[in-house]
């Protein structure tokens, strides 16, 4: 239950009275603004703000006194331009500020992003929530036998179900604890800031979140890639969906160059000037280790 | 002159037309939107977009759901807080969106702050108008006798005339140069990125500078101070207009604790202890040398 | 035990074989090299690298191409009127490299200092160790009464026996728990990266930490300061011991101008300004909240 | 001519002793230390300090205590793997500083990258050498025909020599008149911070500019590119011809990921798929624009 009916209450309030504005509006964003998009069990991404849209980034780049916009189809000509060569300053010139409920250890991968702006709710002042990720049957997987980073099929049947209870009871446990530790009610009472220590890393944390759509857009292509933990991957994934309604072409250059592109060696490139000239390349041929041959392969074929 | 007719055109449409938002919005900052405010000959700060209020900064630093207000005496001493304890992050969910117009020489002082995002005219691209700086005669100040770094009082008579005169004569001959190095009339024309360098630091150029509210804070506190040179001072006195309008209570804050307010050593504290008990101090009683002594009773003379 | 003997023997390694060069060197930092400060329990910091010493800092503020040294206390003058004035960028040229190992909690707090780079041991890859912090007795500390946090004396009697009970078992039991979930032992074994999850936030991770000497000197003004969770000035502590031996100078100007300075409000200046003339005054007639009163006093009485 | 005879014999003192160090040596770049490799016409790049190498990186990637080497072509592998797979953080673990003295038209973009730490020489404080670059004959490029942002052929004959002229004159003009402004010869003297802005963009100024290894690289993408204005691409060659040196396995892989790399969008793998099938595609089949299927062709055949 990602929000209380409290929260929903303050949402509402919030979504109630529109006030009138001079700056770039995004009407995709507005749509989204404040509500709450549920992620795994307890989680959510909200969006707290916004600043500009397409036309920013095309106004920005041209450095032009007006909107900078001749056409729309001009405009998406420009920001494919940008994106193909690699021009980040223009995509900075967008922001957005997200409100996000996530569990710890989804949380630890995130901040290693370090170009954005972070508030988090903070366990020296206050008290955490009984709130605590357990995974679906589905994605209770298995350590991936060929990747020693990466998982495999989801456990089933005994296993699966003693997973499940461990993690279930020794959540719900080390929160017992956590309460009577802190409790001032016949004793002193531990300090908050040593009590969390004993809060495993599934419990949820919250913060607010604030980054420029370039430094959104290199988080997005490594955390919404399949080879990204499944959960903070829809975290990536409510955010892409986000960001396909506030700046719609932007977010189609980004799919097409980044998420869907593909970046090859110099010896990549080589083997396929070779192939597209008829010759038979192998991995002996390529000049590429098995790993480097083997992924490139797959890449054509996917 | 800083804007033109078509550009005061371009701005008039931008202001005419408000759209509903359900962001947080400023009154204070919606009046600036686009307008441009004239700084030294031919410069000028214009608002483009802005993200957030004072409420916006005790929302982050309360990770809370709703707006996160109880009164607006509590956000006003809750900011106070977390100006005077060093809490920078709430300060960096607010973000400023200018347009720039300034000489070249003020914009390499300006782009030392590096966390900002910048998208500037280029002049590998396009051409650059014939705009100098030229300093107003109550500005054209000689080098200072004590101190390496700063200006003493005006140049006058004689010696200012020539000054003018190099300054204004110099100015346009390399225009007129450049101009005719890159002209296509009845020769190949010098590339754009090359003929650029023949044209004096005086020149101006334009820019789009992205800041969050904290940096830009540190941006004014060393900008805004009397010993910033004349010329980017007036850019930071600008942006301190447009700053106090926009999160009246952060601003208030920050003129108490940072432009207005002292940094002492511990060596310094040390000797006000003594002085508060009724001791008479000196430069030798001190522990500080000559120079950090002069400067410590200046504060405390000022 | 924060270091085995294997780990002596890699370190013993490292220490064996010095090499020439023509770099800057520290003499204090080549006797710190490698060698692990014990902090907590089982945690460390041990300097991997560095590069610049005192005279660095000068010959870049002087950007000069010799080693720019006049004499060494024309140095220490200049370095600490570089760190009076605020001038970071001289700051910057100097840099280290730490190893440290640390609770997880502890890390949450560290890495919100973002100007820094990190490499973790990945608890995706690698199996974590059983290695918790348990708080001596003497740290075991009430939650303060009088700040929502802060801590207050330490625990006592069976209150403190309870909490260390719960500490130690239930970090136990979670490690038991883990170890039985990923083990491949006639069944599949629970992907490490979800493993973890079970795992409390006073387990011990480690990293590599990189970081500029002006944004140690932001980090260590913050986590060396009474303020800030005990477990994490330990770290700052050790740090500063360090930093001490690298860049002599440096470190008395940070120790005079931060660690020991004051930074007073422009209505405490006046206040003072007003004391010094033999006024009394008031928190009424000071135009200070009781809190910044308070805090005023405090300051000056320390 | 880049060095005086007075700082060759700094440079000289410095090469001189050789002291011992524990840390991460690199026999490529004690070479390299101090000497200056002489860029454009009064211009260089001088190694002034270093950490790490490419043992350096694969130690942090490990996060191992000792050197973390298991073989160097292991340490090949695994250098390459991070670089394909975009694993930035143990590259951040290596860093360089460089003194740099280049024209102040190529230190404009130089300093766009932001993620470096910089000193310039200050020409508020200080005076400036008469240095200006010049143009070679066979740089003196024509605008390009073809690209608003690029140069064609070089100038010939008689406008080659009005331009050279120009240059030529305009600056020595320029700099007799910044002389004359700040002269306190039987005059007080502009301030130098003001009499600067007469000087054009092709004096010579210097810095220090200290990076990390991630960082440069992706600088030395940019600015070592084809596209890149050539006065400020023959730094970027300088830079990488040291980084070779200095880390050889790193540089290799940099070469061949990034500088030979290639990197397609979506619709361009789509393509190539169908044309490894046997398919001829053309730019109406491509589903590209003319521009796009353009550069993916010259890609492919070059």
Chains 1, 2, 3, 4 share one sequence.
């Not at 916004?50 to 001749?70: E, L």
């Not at 089933?156 to 309460?179: F, M």
């Not at 980054?211 to 080879?227: G, I, Q, S, T, Y």
């Amino acid at each position: 239950m990602p929000i209380t009916a409290e929260q929903q209450a303050e949402i509402d309030a919030q979504r109630a009275a529109p006030q009138p504005t001079l700056r770039a509006t995004s009407a995709g964003m507005e749509a989204h603004l404040y509500k709450a998009i549920p992620v795994l069990d307890h989680g959510f991404v909200r969006v707290i703000d916004y600043m500009g849209d397409d036309a920013a980034i095309c106004q920005a780049a041209r450095v032009s006194y007006g909107k900078g916009t001749k056409s729309v189809s001009n405009d998406e000509g420009l920001i494919r331009y940008l994106m193909r060569h690699w021009h980040s300053t223009p995509f900075e010139m967008c922001e957005i500020k997200l409100h996000v409920k996530l569990p710890v250890f989804v949380a630890r991968q995130w901040i290693r992003h370090r170009t954005a702006n972070v508030n988090e709710y903070s366990a020296r002042y206050s008290i955490l929530d009984r709130e605590f990720y357990i995974p679906a049957p589905e994605h209770l997987a298995a350590q991936s036998v060929v990747n020693n980073q990466g998982r495999g099929d989801a456990l089933t049947g005994q296993e699966a179900a003693r997973v499940l209870d461990i993690l279930k009871t020794d959540a719900n446990r080390a929160y017992d604890h956590y309460e009577a530790m802190i409790s001032e009610d016949g004793q002193q009472g531990l300090a908050r800031e040593l009590a969390r220590m004993n809060l495993p890393a599934n419990i949820y944390t919250q913060w607010y979140w604030k980054v420029d759509l370039h430094n959104l857009f290199h988080f997005l292509r490594l955390r919404a890639d399949a080879h990204a933990q499944y959960e903070i991957r829809v975290y990536a994934d409510a955010i892409c969906s986000v960001v396909a309604d506030w700046v719609p072409a932007a977010y189609r250059a980004f799919e097409d160059y980044r998420l869907g592109g593909l970046t090859l060696s110099g010896k990549a490139v080589d083997c396929l000037r070779r192939m597209l000239k008829g010759e038979t390349v192998t991995q002996e041929t390529s000049g590429m280790s098995a790993r480097e041959w083997r992924e490139f392969n797959e890449a054509l074929e996917a």
